[in-house]
């Protein structure tokens, strides 16, 4: 039995540290330097080559190493009864609520603004504040706590996701109430899982339906957004900034529009990174489970999509 660990483009070290400090008798082998295919049980993969995962007769798991399975799902080659985990992990929740907070603070104590006045050394009191209600695309593990965080603090708050949903501990607006949800509020944070549902949803047709100049935080994943379609919502003023974290193509190429949109401020898929050390142990949990048939954690609906 051997943990093939397949992240291209990734450094894989540190996970190869922690997992072994936790689980020494572990085998690992790492893409692409994986001699025994047939050994392969467990695979812990980020964005890996389409088709590699058949290559291993013997596998029983397939584990994110993030929130997102979109990297995973989107391979037509996985067998439809493999078991897909992904991370569900309190730092992972915290960083990304964090972040959100940051962006909404931002906008709604309106900092860049300030920021400019300082570059042109202008005193001006006026407007110190923009009221805020904050809409929150996604009220899973993620979208869940910041809508919580978000309320705790003070901010009123409105969730939105796909299903119909009637424990919400928030007003929650479900698919055919898209349009309702937008008219309510002037932040719009996006948390969705990106399926075949969701991808482009924020286009300019969403954002004509919003409040004239809306401020958009995009966390989730670059094909929700219609790249496009954000400078011209910016242009039209449906929306009046944006906070981005995610792109269609990463990196981000040098020529992107984005990168010198002043209205735009942007981080490089940094909201919230995976830590090795938090999110190893539901791994090896979950290789724990899967050897003596137990359920398995942070289970993957692959018909939700998540
Ligand atoms: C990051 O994008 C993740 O899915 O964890």
């Avoid at 008798?25 to 392969?40: A, M, R, S």
């Avoid at 981000?252 to 401020?265: K, Q, S, T, V």
Wanted: with cysteine.
């Amino acid at each position: 039995m051997s943990l093939a660990i397949i992240c291209p483009g990734k450094n894989p070290d540190s996970w190869i540290q922690v997992i072994r400090e936790l689980d020494p008798d572990l085998k690992i082998q790492v893409y692409p330097e994986i001699k025994e295919p047939e050994e392969v049980e467990v695979a812990l993969v980020w964005q890996h080559p389409p088709g590699i995962l058949s290559t291993f007769p013997n596998l029983k798991l397939i584990s994110s190493m993030g929130a997102g399975v979109d990297h995973i799902l989107t391979d037509q080659t996985i067998s439809a009864d493999l078991p897909i985990v992904r991370i569900v992990d309190e730092k992972l929740t915290f960083s990304m609520t964090n972040y959100v907070i940051m962006g909404v603070l931002n906008f709604h104590r309106r900092l860049t603004h300030f920021q400019e006045n300082q570059e042109k050394k202008i005193w001006d009191m006026s407007d110190p504040e923009i009221e805020v209600k904050i809409g929150v695309m996604g009220v899973g593990a993620l979208g869940g706590d910041v809508l919580e965080k978000l309320s705790f603090i003070g901010f009123p708050v409105v969730g939105f996701g796909f299903s119909e949903k009637n424990d919400s501990e928030y007003p929650y607006y479900s698919k055919s109430q898209l349009g309702k949800f937008l008219a309510e509020v002037n932040v719009l944070v996006c948390l969705l899982p990106l399926t075949p549902e969701t991808e482009s949803i924020l286009n300019l047709e969403l954002f004509k339906q919003c409040k004239p100049g809306t401020y958009l935080i995009n966390v989730a994943r670059g094909k929700h957004l219609v790249e496009e379609d954000l400078t011209q919502a910016l242009d039209n003023g449906y929306l009046s900034g944006a906070l981005l974290d995610v792109y269609r193509k990463e990196p981000l190429l040098p020529e992107h529009a984005f990168w010198g949109d002043r209205r735009i401020m942007l981080t490089p898929h940094i909201a919230s990174v995976t830590n090795p050390r938090a999110a190893a142990p539901q791994i090896l949990d979950n290789i724990n489970r899967i050897r003596s048939k137990r359920p398995l954690l942070n289970y993957v609906n692959r018909s939700r999509g998540y």
